[in-house]
C-alpha cells in the first residue's frame, strides 16, 4: 500500500510538470493550428534565462521564475512576427519544417552562449529539502510542481470559460471568419494566446527543470514526449491534456518501477493503444 | 574556429602541395564536436591540443596536422564515411578519437586496406580490440573501471548490493563487471535494474532500491541530464540520509557534470582512471594546457586524458616509423609500450593493444572554494581490462 | 498514346509523349549526377552511397507522404528493419550482396505491413503519433535483442562478399557507389512506373479525397496498406544498402532522429514528387557535411537557418521551386506536370 | 421483383432526433424520379443512408433483388448504385481525362495494379472519349480540373458515374451553383443518360425538375408526403403547407 502511494504520488508530479510545460503547445496546436515543434525551445530558453539569473546574477527562485517567463514572452514576440505568422494556416508539414528549424537554430546559438554542460537552477531552502508526507519522503519542491500544475489547471479553466478573453478565444477558435465578423479582434486573440502559450512553457520549462534538467538539446529530446502527451490528451483540450499528463505519467513512473527494462515499451504501447481507441485524443475536438 | 581553420589549412594544403610536402603526417580526429556529446569531442581536441602544446608539433622532423571531423551522435554509417574520407581524401596516416562504440566497429574493417592504425581516445567496449589487429584505445572499458567497486563495497561492510544501470551497451557491461567482482568478492547483488536511457525522472527506481532492502546502489548511466536525475532522486528520495551507500564507475561524476550536480554529489564513491584533481607534476602541466585550451576549467574531464594519451602513443608510432605509413610496424612499435601518463603510470598491454592503468577510487568532496571535486582516495594499480583477458 | 490516336478532336497536344520523354531526361540526369558524383569527388564515395541509402529512404517516405498523404515520423523503422535484417542474415552467412538487398526488401515490407496496419487506424495529428511510437518500438526492439542486433553496440562483424563474385566492398568504395546508385537508378525507374500507374493515381485520389474514391467503388485501406508495403521494400532496401557498404548496424537506423531527417528532407526537396525526394536528401545532406566541415559547432543553427528560408522563400519545396518554373515555360501548351 | 431498386421503411435517429422516418420508395429500370423538399427536410441524409455512407437504424436498401443493406459504400458502388456529389469531389491536380480513365480501370478491377500502365489501353480509352464526348467534355480533356468552368465540373462528376456502368443513379443537386447559361448544357447531358438507368435526382431547380421528371417524391421533415406526377405537385396540399412554411422556396414551387 505504501509503495503503490509512493508511486502515485511520483506519477502524479511526473504528470503535472509534463502538464504544465504541454498545455501550451497544447493550445497553440489546438486553437492556432499550429505544430509548434519549437515549443520545447522555448521552456530550454526560459530555463537558460532562469539559470543565469539564479546563478550569474544571484536572483531568489521567484524572481528568476518572473524574469524566465517574461524575458522568454519577449524573444517570442519578433520570433511570432516574422516567421509564425507566415505559417499560420499552411500545410502542417510546412510548419513542422519551419519549427524544426526554429529549434535547431536556438539550440546552435544556445550552445554559443551558454557552452555544453548542464545548467541548473538552485531551488531556494524551503523547496530543496526532503518533507516527510507520512509514507515515504519527497522532495518538497515535486510538492510545490504539482501546486503549480493544479493552480495553472484551474487558472486556464478559468480563463477561457469565465472570463470575456476566454469568449472571444473559444469563438475565433470554433470560426475565426464569423468571430472576425462580429467584431473581436481575432490577431490580437491569436497574439495574446501565442504569448500565453509560451510563458506557460516558459514556466514548465523552469518549474519542470528538476524533472527535465535544462541542457541544449532539451527542446529535442523532450520533442517527441511532448508532441505525444498534447495528441492524446487531444490538442486544445485542458482536461485532455490534464488525463494525458496524469495516465502517461503514471503508465511511466509505474512501468519504470514494476518494470524497468521495458519502460519505454510501456509508454509507447499505452500511447498505440490510447490513439487507436481515441483517434481525436482524449478530449479532442472534432474535426 | 581553430579547428575551421585547421581544416581549411588541410584542405588548401592538400590542394596546392599534394605530395611535395610528404614532411607532414595527417593525423585524423573522429569526435562528437557538435550534439549533445559535444562537450566529449571538445574534450578530444583539449587533450590533443595540450600535447601538441606540450611536446611540440614536430616529430623526428615531421610535422604533425591534425584534422577534426564532427561525428555528433553514434551514426556508424557517417563514421565510415567521415574514416574514409580522412584517408582517401586527406591521406592521413593515424585515425584517432572515437566516441561511440559502433562507430569504432563501423572503421575497424577498414584500416587493413587503408593501412592506418586507429587509437581509439575512448569508445569502451572491449570486444572492439578484437575487430582489428591495428587498433590500439587508450581511454578504458566498462569493465576496467568498475571490478574494483566489487571489492570496495564488501570492505566498507556492503553484503547485498542492487544494481541499476541504463539499458543499453555500457550499462550492460557495467552491470556483468560489477556483479563478478561483486559476487567474486562475497557480496550478493539482490536485483539488477535496467532503465529506460532517455529517462530523467528516477523516483520510481529509487522506490525499487528502497524496497529492495539492499545496503547500497550500485549505478551505471550515460553522464549529462540522466547523471544529474538520478543523483538527485538518490538525495531528495531519502536514500543518502537512510545510509544506503552508492558506488559507480566515474563516468557518474565526471568533472564536467559536477558543477551541475552540486552538494548532492558530495559523498559518492566512485572508481575511474582519471580525476581531473590527480596529484601529480605531469598531471599539473596538462591540466593547465588543457584548460586553456578547452576554454573552461568546469569543462575539463576524462576524454581529454585519453586524447593525451592517444597522440601520445601515435607520436611514438611515427617516431617508430619514420614518418612511413606502415601500419602494423607503428603498431608492433607501442605494444608493451609505458610511459606516465596524467593519469599515473600507464603500458600498452602487449597482446590485447589496450592500456594498463592505474584505477583509482574517489570521493566527491567539497574544495576550499567551495567547488567539488573528485578526490583520489585509494589506489588498484596495473588493472587490465578483464573483459580481454578472459577472452 | 492511343487515346491522341483515337481522339482527333482533342486540341491538347500529346502530353503522353512529352511525360515519356521528360522521364527519360530526368532519369539522365540522375544517372548522370551519379556518375558525376563519381568522378568529381571520388574521396568522398561512402559520404555519397550515404545518401543514395538516404535517399532510398526519403523515397519510401514520399511514396506514403507525398502520394498518399500519410505523414509518418517513423519511417526509420522500414529502413532499420531492412539494415538489420541483410546485418543479421550476413552475420550468419548469407554473404550475397543482392540476396541481402532481396532480404532487406522483404523484411522491410513486412515491417511496412504491420506499421501500415496500425498507422491507418487513424488520420492527421494522431497517425504521425502513432508513427512516433512504432519507431520507438522498434528502437526498444532492437535495443533489447542485443544478442541478435549487438544492441547500441552495434552489430558488426559483416563480411559481404564481392559483387558478383568479382567487385570487392572496399576502403575506396568504388563497388559500394555504383551498386548504390545502380540500385537507386533501378528503384527510381520500378517507382515511377508505379505513381504513374493506375494504382498510383489511386494513391493520388485518395490523398486528395478519400470519400469521393469510396464512390467510385474502390477500398482505402488495401491501396494505401500495398503502397505501405511498397514503400516498406523501398526503405528496406535503402537500409540494406546502408548495412552492406558500412559493415555495421547501428540503433541510428532505427531512430526517430533519423525518420524526422526523412522528414525534413522530403518537405524540403517538395512532397509528391520523386524527384523532389532525391533533390531534398542531397541538399540536406550536402549542406550538412559541408557546414560540419566548416565549423562543426555550428552546424546545427545553418541547418535551421535553411529551413527556415526553405519555408518562408520556397513554400513548396525546392522542388516546387523548378516546378513553378517549368510550368510557367509550359503554361500554353496546357500538359499536366 | 419487377423493381429494380426500392427502400423500405428507411429510418435514421441522431439522438431522438429522427431526420429519416418510414421512407419507402421504389423505381423501375428507366424511371426517372426526383426527389424535391425544403431545405433540412432530409434529402441528403436520405441519399448518405441510400448509398451506405451512414447506416440506417431500421430498414432495408433493396438493389436488384438483393438486400445491400449490410453493405459498405464501396461494395453498393461495385453492385451500381452511384452517386454524384452536390458540391463537387474532384482531384484539382487531374484532368477529366484521368478522372474517367481511372474511373474505368476501377471499374474494371485494373486499377490497383502496380505495374500497368494507366493510359494506352486502348478498350479503356475508347470507352473515356465515348463518356467525354457523350457529355462535351472533350476540348477540356486534357486540362487540369482546378482550371475548366464549374458547370463542367458538375459535368464531369457525372461522367464520373456513368463510368462506373451504374444500375441505379443518385444525382444529388446536378446543377447546384452552376450559372443558369449552363444549366441547359447539364439538361442536355441528363437528357442522354442511359434510358435503362434508373435515376433519383435531388434538385432546387424546379424547371429542372419539371423537364427531367416523370415522377416526384417530395420529403419534408425526413417524411415522403407526397409522391406523384410532376403536374400534380403544385397543387397537393401537404406540399404548399411544406414550402410555405419556409417562404424562400415557396415561389419556386408554385
Same mark, same amino acid.
Given at each position: 500500500m505504501q509503495t503503490v502511494l509512493s508511486i502515485a504520488i511520483d506519477a502524479f508530479a511526473y504528470g503535472m510538470a509534463l502538464f504544465i510545460i504541454c498545455i501550451g503547445l497544447s493550445l497553440t496546436m489546438g486553437l492556432m493550428r499550429v505544430v509548434n515543434l519549437a515549443h520545447g525551445a522555448f521552456a530550454m530558453i526560459a530555463g537558460y534565462i532562469a539559470s543565469y539569473a539564479a546563478r550569474d546574477l544571484g536572483l531568489g527562485y521567484a524572481a528568476a521564475i518572473f524574469l524566465a517567463i517574461v524575458g522568454t514572452v519577449v524573444i517570442s514576440i519578433p520570433l511570432e512576427r516574422l516567421l509564425y505568422r507566415r505559417i499560420y494556416g499552411r500545410p502542417e508539414l510546412t510548419q513542422v519544417l519551419m519549427t524544426i528549424g526554429i529549434t535547431f537554430c536556438v539550440i546552435g546559438i544556445t550552445n554559443y552562449f551558454f557552452g555544453p554542460t548542464l545548467k541548473t537552477i538552485p531551488l531556494p531552502g524551503s523547496l530543496s529539502q526532503p518533507v516527510d508526507v507520512g509514507f515515504k519522503t519527497i522532495a518538497a519542491h515535486r510538492l510545490f510542481v504539482m501546486a503549480c500544475g493544479v493552480v495553472v489547471a484551474g487558472g486556464l479553466w478559468y480563463l477561457i470559460e469565465k472570463t470575456d478573453f476566454g469568449i472571444k478565444l473559444r469563438a475565433t477558435v470554433d470560426n475565426a471568419a464569423m468571430a472576425d465578423a462580429l467584431g473581436v479582434r481575432t490577431q490580437v486573440v491569436y497574439a495574446v494566446s501565442f504569448a500565453i502559450a509560451i510563458g506557460l512553457a516558459a514556466l514548465g520549462g523552469v518549474v519542470g527543470a528538476e524533472f527535465l534538467p535544462i541542457e541544449p538539446y532539451y527542446a529535442l529530446r523532450y520533442m517527441v514526449t511532448f508532441l505525444v502527451v498534447v495528441s492524446v490528451g487531444g490538442a486544445g483540450s485542458i482536461p485532455g491534456a490534464v488525463a494525458a499528463c496524469l495516465l502517461l505519467g503514471a503508465v511511466d513512473t509505474t512501468g519504470r518501477y514494476l518494470m524497468p527494462e521495458f519502460g519505454n515499451f510501456f509508454f509507447y504501447a499505452a500511447v498505440i493503444a490510447i490513439v487507436c481507441v481515441f483517434p481525436r485524443g482524449f478530449f479532442g475536438r472534432a474535426q | 574556429m581553430k579547428v575551421s581553420k585547421a581544416i581549411l589549412g588541410a584542405a588548401i594544403g592538400a590542394l596546392l602541395t599534394g605530395s611535395a610536402m610528404a614532411d607532414t603526417i595527417k593525423v585524423g580526429i573522429i569526435g562528437p564536436f557538435s550534439g549533445p556529446f559535444a562537450l566529449q569531442g571538445k574534450n578530444f581536441q583539449a587533450g590533443v591540443e595540450a600535447y601538441m602544446a606540450l611536446n611540440g608539433k614536430s616529430v623526428k622532423g615531421h610535422d604533425i596536422e591534425v584534422i577534426y571531423r564532427d561525428l555528433p551522435a553514434a551514426n556508424p554509417a557517417q563514421s565510415r564515411a567521415l574514416a574514409q574520407e580522412?584517408?582517401?581524401?586527406?591521406?592521413?596516416?593515424?585515425?584517432?578519437?572515437?566516441?561511440?562504440?559502433?562507430?569504432?566497429?563501423?572503421?575497424?574493417?577498414?584500416?587493413?586496406?587503408?593501412?592506418?592504425?586507429?587509437?581509439?581516445?575512448?569508445?569502451?567496449?572491449?570486444?572492439? @580490440?578484437?575487430?582489428?589487429?591495428?587498433?590500439?584505445?587508450?581511454?578504458?572499458?566498462?569493465?576496467?573501471?568498475?571490478?574494483?567497486?566489487?571489492?570496495?563495497?564488501?570492505?566498507?561492510?556492503?553484503?547485498?548490493?542492487?544494481?541499476?544501470?541504463?539499458?543499453?551497451?555500457?550499462?550492460?557491461?557495467?552491470?556483468?563487471?560489477?556483479?563478478?567482482?561483486?559476487?567474486?568478492?562475497?557480496?550478493?547483488?539482490?536485483?539488477?535494474? !535496467? @532503465?529506460?536511457?532517455?529517462?530523467?525522472?528516477?523516483?520510481?527506481? @529509487?522506490?525499487?532500491? !528502497?524496497?529492495?532492502?539492499?545496503?547500497?546502489?550500485?549505478?551505471?548511466?550515460?553522464?549529462?541530464?540522466?547523471?544529474?536525475?538520478?543523483?538527485?532522486?538518490?538525495?531528495?528520495?531519502?536514500?543518502?540520509?537512510?545510509?544506503?551507500?552508492?558506488?559507480?564507475?566515474?563516468?557518474?561524476?565526471?568533472?564536467?557534470?559536477?558543477?551541475?550536480?552540486?552538494?548532492?554529489?558530495?559523498?559518492?564513491?566512485?572508481?575511474?582512471?582519471?580525476?581531473?584533481? #590527480?596529484?601529480?607534476?605531469?598531471?599539473?602541466?596538462?591540466?593547465?594546457?588543457?584548460?586553456?585550451?578547452?576554454?573552461?576549467?568546469?569543462?575539463?574531464?576524462?576524454?581529454?586524458?585519453?586524447?593525451?594519451?592517444?597522440? #601520445?602513443?601515435?607520436?611514438? @608510432?611515427?617516431?617508430?616509423?619514420?614518418?612511413?605509413?606502415?601500419?602494423?610496424?607503428?603498431?608492433?612499435?607501442?605494444?608493451?609500450?609505458?610511459?606516465?601518463?596524467?593519469?599515473?603510470?600507464?603500458?600498452?598491454?602487449?597482446?590485447? !593493444? #589496450?592500456?594498463?592503468?592505474?584505477?583509482?577510487? !574517489?570521493?566527491?568532496?567539497?574544495?576550499?572554494?567551495?567547488?567539488?571535486?573528485?578526490?583520489?582516495?585509494?589506489?588498484?594499480?596495473?588493472q587490465k581490462d578483464p573483459g580481454l583477458a578472459t577472452q | 498514346?492511343?487515346?491522341?490516336?483515337?481522339?482527333?478532336?482533342?486540341?491538347?497536344?500529346?502530353?503522353?509523349?512529352?511525360?515519356?520523354?521528360?522521364?527519360?531526361?530526368?532519369?539522365?540526369?540522375?544517372?548522370?549526377?551519379?556518375?558525376?558524383?563519381?568522378?568529381?569527388?571520388?574521396?568522398?564515395?561512402?559520404?555519397?552511397?550515404?545518401?543514395?541509402?538516404?535517399?532510398?529512404?526519403?523515397?519510401?517516405?514520399?511514396?506514403?507522404?507525398?502520394?498518399?498523404?500519410?505523414?509518418?515520423?517513423?519511417?526509420?523503422?522500414?529502413?532499420?528493419?531492412?539494415?538489420?535484417?541483410?546485418?543479421?542474415?550476413?552475420?550468419?552467412?548469407?554473404?550475397?550482396?543482392?540476396?541481402?538487398?532481396?532480404?532487406?526488401?522483404?523484411?522491410?515490407?513486412?515491417?511496412?505491413?504491420?506499421?501500415?496496419?496500425?498507422?491507418?487506424?487513424?488520420?492527421?495529428?494522431?497517425?504521425?503519433?502513432?508513427?512516433?511510437?512504432?519507431?520507438?518500438?522498434?528502437?526498444?526492439?532492437?535495443?533489447?535483442?542485443?544478442?541478435?542486433?549487438?544492441?547500441?553496440?552495434?552489430?558488426?562483424?559483416?563480411?559481404?562478399?564481392?559483387?558478383?563474385?568479382?567487385?570487392?566492398?572496399?576502403?575506396?568504395?568504388?563497388?559500394?557507389?555504383?551498386?548504390?546508385?545502380?540500385?537507386?537508378?533501378?528503384?527510381?525507374?520500378?517507382?515511377?512506373?508505379?505513381?504513374?500507374?493506375?494504382?498510383?493515381?489511386?494513391?493520388?485520389?485518395?490523398?486528395?479525397?478519400?470519400?469521393?474514391?469510396?464512390?467510385?467503388?474502390?477500398?482505402v485501406f488495401p491501396v494505401l496498406l500495398k503502397m505501405f508495403v511498397i514503400s516498406g521494400a523501398v526503405a528496406g532496401m535503402g537500409g540494406a544498402l546502408a548495412a552492406i557498404s558500412t559493415q555495421v548496424v547501428g540503433l541510428d537506423s532505427v531512430s526517430f532522429e533519423l525518420s524526422a531527417n526523412a522528414l525534413v528532407m522530403l518537405v524540403l526537396g517538395g512532397l509528391g514528387s520523386l524527384y523532389g525526394a532525391l533533390v531534398g536528401t542531397v541538399i540536406f545532406m550536402g549542406f550538412e557535411h559541408i557546414v560540419s566541415a566548416i565549423n562543426p559547432f555550428h552546424w546545427m543553427t545553418m541547418v535551421g537557418a535553411l529551413l527556415i528560408a526553405v519555408v518562408l522563400a520556397a513554400p513548396g519545396g525546392l522542388s516546387g521551386v523548378l516546378e513553378t518554373i517549368t510550368r510557367s515555360a509550359r503554361r500554353s501548351k496546357g500538359g499536366r506536370p | 421483383m419487377s423493381d429494380l431498386f426500392r427502400v423500405e421503411g428507411l429510418t435514421k435517429?441522431?439522438?431522438?432526433?429522427?431526420?429519416?422516418?418510414?421512407?419507402?420508395?421504389?423505381?423501375?429500370?428507366?424511371?426517372?424520379?426526383?426527389?424535391?423538399?425544403?431545405?433540412?427536410?432530409?434529402?441528403?441524409?436520405?441519399?448518405?443512408?441510400?448509398?451506405?455512407?451512414?447506416?440506417?437504424?431500421?430498414?432495408?436498401?433493396?438493389?436488384?433483388?438483393?438486400?445491400?443493406?449490410?453493405?459498405?459504400?464501396?461494395?453498393?458502388?461495385?453492385?451500381?448504385?452511384?452517386?454524384?456529389?452536390?458540391?463537387?469531389?474532384?482531384?484539382?491536380?487531374?484532368?477529366?481525362?484521368?478522372?474517367?480513365?481511372?474511373?474505368?480501370?476501377?471499374?474494371?478491377?485494373?486499377?490497383r495494379r502496380i505495374l500497368s500502365r494507366f493510359t494506352g489501353h486502348s478498350d479503356v480509352a475508347g470507352e473515356v472519349e465515348g463518356i467525354l464526348s457523350t457529355l462535351g467534355l472533350l476540348d477540356v480533356a486534357r486540362r487540369r480540373v482546378g482550371e475548366i468552368a464549374y458547370g463542367q465540373q458538375r459535368l464531369l462528376e457525372i461522367g464520373i458515374a456513368l463510368a462506373l456502368r451504374p444500375k441505379v443513379l443518385l444525382l444529388d443537386e446536378p446543377a447546384a451553383g452552376v450559372p443558369s447559361s449552363d444549366t441547359p448544357r447539364i439538361e442536355q447531358a441528363l437528357e442522354r443518360l442511359p434510358p435503362s438507368l434508373a435515376v433519383l435526382m435531388i434538385e432546387h431547380d424546379m424547371d429542372l425538375v419539371f423537364r427531367f421528371a416523370r415522377r416526384v417524391v417530395v420529403l419534408a421533415a425526413g417524411e415522403i408526403i407526397f409522391e406523384g406526377l410532376p403536374s400534380e405537385v403544385a397543387a397537393d396540399d401537404r406540399v404548399r403547407e411544406a414550402y410555405l412554411g419556409n417562404y424562400a422556396h415557396a415561389r419556386s414551387v408554385a
Amino acid at each position: 500500500m505504501q509503495t503503490v502511494l509512493s508511486i502515485a504520488i511520483d506519477a502524479f508530479a511526473y504528470g503535472m510538470a509534463l502538464f504544465i510545460i504541454c498545455i501550451g503547445l497544447s493550445l497553440t496546436m489546438g486553437l492556432m493550428r499550429v505544430v509548434n515543434l519549437a515549443h520545447g525551445a522555448f521552456a530550454m530558453i526560459a530555463g537558460y534565462i532562469a539559470s543565469y539569473a539564479a546563478r550569474d546574477l544571484g536572483l531568489g527562485y521567484a524572481a528568476a521564475i518572473f524574469l524566465a517567463i517574461v524575458g522568454t514572452v519577449v524573444i517570442s514576440i519578433p520570433l511570432e512576427r516574422l516567421l509564425y505568422r507566415r505559417i499560420y494556416g499552411r500545410p502542417e508539414l510546412t510548419q513542422v519544417l519551419m519549427t524544426i528549424g526554429i529549434t535547431f537554430c536556438v539550440i546552435g546559438i544556445t550552445n554559443y552562449f551558454f557552452g555544453p554542460t548542464l545548467k541548473t537552477i538552485p531551488l531556494p531552502g524551503s523547496l530543496s529539502q526532503p518533507v516527510d508526507v507520512g509514507f515515504k519522503t519527497i522532495a518538497a519542491h515535486r510538492l510545490f510542481v504539482m501546486a503549480c500544475g493544479v493552480v495553472v489547471a484551474g487558472g486556464l479553466w478559468y480563463l477561457i470559460e469565465k472570463t470575456d478573453f476566454g469568449i472571444k478565444l473559444r469563438a475565433t477558435v470554433d470560426n475565426a471568419a464569423m468571430a472576425d465578423a462580429l467584431g473581436v479582434r481575432t490577431q490580437v486573440v491569436y497574439a495574446v494566446s501565442f504569448a500565453i502559450a509560451i510563458g506557460l512553457a516558459a514556466l514548465g520549462g523552469v518549474v519542470g527543470a528538476e524533472f527535465l534538467p535544462i541542457e541544449p538539446y532539451y527542446a529535442l529530446r523532450y520533442m517527441v514526449t511532448f508532441l505525444v502527451v498534447v495528441s492524446v490528451g487531444g490538442a486544445g483540450s485542458i482536461p485532455g491534456a490534464v488525463a494525458a499528463c496524469l495516465l502517461l505519467g503514471a503508465v511511466d513512473t509505474t512501468g519504470r518501477y514494476l518494470m524497468p527494462e521495458f519502460g519505454n515499451f510501456f509508454f509507447y504501447a499505452a500511447v498505440i493503444a490510447i490513439v487507436c481507441v481515441f483517434p481525436r485524443g482524449f478530449f479532442g475536438r472534432a474535426q | 574556429m581553430k579547428v575551421s581553420k585547421a581544416i581549411l589549412g588541410a584542405a588548401i594544403g592538400a590542394l596546392l602541395t599534394g605530395s611535395a610536402m610528404a614532411d607532414t603526417i595527417k593525423v585524423g580526429i573522429i569526435g562528437p564536436f557538435s550534439g549533445p556529446f559535444a562537450l566529449q569531442g571538445k574534450n578530444f581536441q583539449a587533450g590533443v591540443e595540450a600535447y601538441m602544446a606540450l611536446n611540440g608539433k614536430s616529430v623526428k622532423g615531421h610535422d604533425i596536422e591534425v584534422i577534426y571531423r564532427d561525428l555528433p551522435a553514434a551514426n556508424p554509417a557517417q563514421s565510415r564515411a567521415l574514416a574514409q574520407e580522412l584517408v582517401v581524401k586527406e591521406k592521413v596516416q593515424y585515425l584517432g578519437g572515437v566516441y561511440f562504440t559502433p562507430d569504432a566497429m563501423a572503421i575497424t574493417p577498414l584500416l587493413k586496406q587503408a593501412n592506418t592504425p586507429l587509437v581509439i581516445f575512448n569508445a569502451a567496449t572491449s570486444a572492439i @580490440m578484437t575487430q582489428s589487429p591495428l587498433v590500439v584505445r587508450t581511454s578504458f572499458t566498462t569493465a576496467q573501471t568498475t571490478s574494483p567497486s566489487g571489492k570496495i563495497a564488501t570492505e566498507r561492510g556492503v553484503k547485498k548490493v542492487i544494481s541499476a544501470v541504463s539499458d543499453y551497451g555500457p550499462g550492460v557491461d557495467a552491470e556483468a563487471a560489477f556483479k563478478k567482482a561483486f559476487e567474486a568478492a562475497g557480496g550478493q547483488v539482490v536485483e539488477a535494474i !535496467r @532503465m529506460p536511457l532517455n529517462t530523467t525522472d528516477f523516483s520510481p527506481i @529509487m522506490q525499487r532500491v !528502497r524496497d529492495s532492502g539492499a545496503e547500497a546502489v550500485f549505478a551505471f548511466l550515460p553522464s549529462g541530464p540522466t547523471t544529474l536525475g538520478f543523483v538527485k532522486a538518490y538525495n531528495e528520495t531519502g536514500l543518502k540520509q537512510a545510509g544506503i551507500k552508492f558506488f559507480a564507475p566515474g563516468d557518474l561524476t565526471q568533472e564536467s557534470d559536477l558543477p551541475a550536480l552540486g552538494d548532492g554529489a558530495v559523498g559518492l564513491l566512485t572508481t575511474f582512471h582519471y580525476a581531473v584533481s #590527480h596529484d601529480s607534476p605531469e598531471n599539473k602541466k596538462f591540466v593547465e594546457a588543457a584548460t586553456k585550451a578547452v576554454g573552461g576549467a568546469d569543462q575539463l574531464s576524462f576524454p581529454s586524458v585519453g586524447a593525451y594519451d592517444g597522440m #601520445h602513443v601515435i607520436y611514438k @608510432m611515427i617516431e617508430a616509423t619514420d614518418g612511413k605509413q606502415d601500419a602494423q610496424k607503428a603498431v608492433d612499435a607501442v605494444k608493451g609500450l609505458s610511459w606516465t601518463s596524467p593519469r599515473g603510470p600507464v603500458s600498452i598491454d602487449a597482446e590485447t !593493444r #589496450h592500456i594498463t592503468e592505474n584505477i583509482y577510487l !574517489r570521493e566527491v568532496v567539497k574544495g576550499p572554494d567551495g567547488k567539488t571535486y573528485n578526490k583520489e582516495i585509494q589506489t588498484f594499480p596495473n588493472q587490465k581490462d578483464p573483459g580481454l583477458a578472459t577472452q | 498514346m492511343q487515346v491522341v490516336a483515337q481522339a482527333q478532336r482533342v486540341p491538347a497536344p500529346s502530353s503522353v509523349g512529352n511525360r515519356w520523354l521528360r522521364d527519360a531526361i530526368g532519369l539522365a540526369l540522375i544517372v548522370a549526377a551519379g556518375l558525376a558524383g563519381y568522378w568529381l569527388f571520388p574521396d568522398n564515395l561512402a559520404l555519397l552511397t550515404r545518401v543514395i541509402a538516404v535517399a532510398l529512404l526519403v523515397l519510401s517516405l514520399d511514396l506514403i507522404t507525398g502520394y498518399c498523404g500519410v505523414a509518418s515520423l517513423g519511417q526509420a523503422s522500414l529502413f532499420g528493419a531492412g539494415a538489420y535484417a541483410a546485418g543479421i542474415a550476413c552475420v550468419n552467412g548469407v554473404t550475397e550482396p543482392l540476396t541481402l538487398i532481396v532480404i532487406g526488401a522483404v523484411a522491410g515490407a513486412a515491417a511496412g505491413l504491420l506499421m501500415g496496419t496500425i498507422m491507418l487506424r487513424a488520420h492527421g495529428l494522431a497517425q504521425l503519433v502513432l508513427s512516433i511510437a512504432i519507431v520507438q518500438l522498434f528502437h526498444e526492439a532492437a535495443n533489447k535483442a542485443s544478442a541478435y542486433t549487438g544492441g547500441s553496440d552495434g552489430l558488426a562483424g559483416l563480411t559481404v562478399s564481392p559483387l558478383f563474385g568479382l567487385f570487392e566492398f572496399d576502403l575506396w568504395g568504388q563497388t559500394a557507389y555504383l551498386f548504390g546508385l545502380a540500385l537507386l537508378v533501378v528503384v527510381f525507374v520500378v517507382l515511377k512506373f508505379i505513381v504513374s500507374s493506375p494504382f498510383g493515381m489511386l494513391c493520388r485520389g485518395i490523398k486528395q479525397d478519400p470519400i469521393r474514391i469510396r464512390a467510385m467503388g474502390s477500398f482505402v485501406f488495401p491501396v494505401l496498406l500495398k503502397m505501405f508495403v511498397i514503400s516498406g521494400a523501398v526503405a528496406g532496401m535503402g537500409g540494406a544498402l546502408a548495412a552492406i557498404s558500412t559493415q555495421v548496424v547501428g540503433l541510428d537506423s532505427v531512430s526517430f532522429e533519423l525518420s524526422a531527417n526523412a522528414l525534413v528532407m522530403l518537405v524540403l526537396g517538395g512532397l509528391g514528387s520523386l524527384y523532389g525526394a532525391l533533390v531534398g536528401t542531397v541538399i540536406f545532406m550536402g549542406f550538412e557535411h559541408i557546414v560540419s566541415a566548416i565549423n562543426p559547432f555550428h552546424w546545427m543553427t545553418m541547418v535551421g537557418a535553411l529551413l527556415i528560408a526553405v519555408v518562408l522563400a520556397a513554400p513548396g519545396g525546392l522542388s516546387g521551386v523548378l516546378e513553378t518554373i517549368t510550368r510557367s515555360a509550359r503554361r500554353s501548351k496546357g500538359g499536366r506536370p | 421483383m419487377s423493381d429494380l431498386f426500392r427502400v423500405e421503411g428507411l429510418t435514421k435517429n441522431f439522438g431522438g432526433l429522427a431526420v429519416s422516418r418510414n421512407i419507402s420508395l421504389s423505381m423501375p429500370a428507366g424511371e426517372r424520379l426526383a426527389l424535391i423538399g425544403p431545405n433540412g427536410a432530409g434529402k441528403t441524409t436520405f441519399v448518405n443512408l441510400v448509398t451506405g455512407q451512414i447506416r440506417p437504424s431500421a430498414g432495408r436498401v433493396v438493389l436488384a433483388g438483393e438486400d445491400v443493406t449490410g453493405l459498405g459504400a464501396v461494395r453498393r458502388v461495385r453492385k451500381g448504385l452511384v452517386r454524384t456529389f452536390q458540391v463537387t469531389r474532384l482531384f484539382s491536380e487531374l484532368t477529366p481525362e484521368e478522372h474517367v480513365t481511372l474511373t474505368v480501370l476501377q471499374r474494371e478491377g485494373k486499377a490497383r495494379r502496380i505495374l500497368s500502365r494507366f493510359t494506352g489501353h486502348s478498350d479503356v480509352a475508347g470507352e473515356v472519349e465515348g463518356i467525354l464526348s457523350t457529355l462535351g467534355l472533350l476540348d477540356v480533356a486534357r486540362r487540369r480540373v482546378g482550371e475548366i468552368a464549374y458547370g463542367q465540373q458538375r459535368l464531369l462528376e457525372i461522367g464520373i458515374a456513368l463510368a462506373l456502368r451504374p444500375k441505379v443513379l443518385l444525382l444529388d443537386e446536378p446543377a447546384a451553383g452552376v450559372p443558369s447559361s449552363d444549366t441547359p448544357r447539364i439538361e442536355q447531358a441528363l437528357e442522354r443518360l442511359p434510358p435503362s438507368l434508373a435515376v433519383l435526382m435531388i434538385e432546387h431547380d424546379m424547371d429542372l425538375v419539371f423537364r427531367f421528371a416523370r415522377r416526384v417524391v417530395v420529403l419534408a421533415a425526413g417524411e415522403i408526403i407526397f409522391e406523384g406526377l410532376p403536374s400534380e405537385v403544385a397543387a397537393d396540399d401537404r406540399v404548399r403547407e411544406a414550402y410555405l412554411g419556409n417562404y424562400a422556396h415557396a415561389r419556386s414551387v408554385a
